[in-house]
């Protein structure tokens, strides 16, 4: 049985081939997982690279919308429990190699994942005693000469 931190790193993991999916920085995050799973043997990480195009495959089929979430979500646990089964068969201290491995694929993932960007025009508004309210990082750039 896994104790809870290795959980999370593995649940971290599984977002993390999620996320990594549709970005430049999938062939080294893809490699990086399939080294992880294949542990050396060239056979297993083939098989591991031919489920990370599976996974990405599924995830670019399914678009936008609810159908993506509900894909993403299953992608997410199914390299989650792949990921804590891998953990639990291992020796303690090759289990705390293989989470440093992880944790810098995660790392990698979550470096790449785009940036959310919301844009606002209030340029034919006109406000009196008005607020803005947010959270975040917000520029506010007020253009009175124009």
Excluded: C
């Excluded at 649940?11 to 970005?23: P, R």
Aim: aromatic share 4%.
């Amino acid at each position: 049985m896994l104790v809870e931190g290795l959980i999370a790193v593995a649940a971290a993991g599984g977002t993390a081939v999620v996320q990594a999916a549709g970005t430049d920085a999938w062939n080294g995050i893809r490699e990086g997982f399939a080294r992880l799973f294949g542990r050396g043997e060239p056979g297993r990480e083939q098989a591991e690279l031919e489920r990370l195009d599976q996974t990405r495959s599924m995830l670019e089929a399914a678009g936008d919308g609810e159908d993506a979430q509900q894909v993403q979500i299953a992608q997410v646990s199914r390299w989650q429990t792949r990921l804590e089964t891998l953990l639990e068969e291992l020796p303690a201290a090759e289990q705390q190699l293989v989470v440093a491995e992880l944790q810098a694929l995660v790392a990698q993932a979550e470096a790449a994942k785009p940036v959310e960007t919301v844009h606002n025009d209030f340029s034919q508004a006109s406000f009196t005693n008005s607020q803005v309210l947010g959270s975040g990082t917000m520029t506010v750039t007020n253009n009175y000469d124009k």
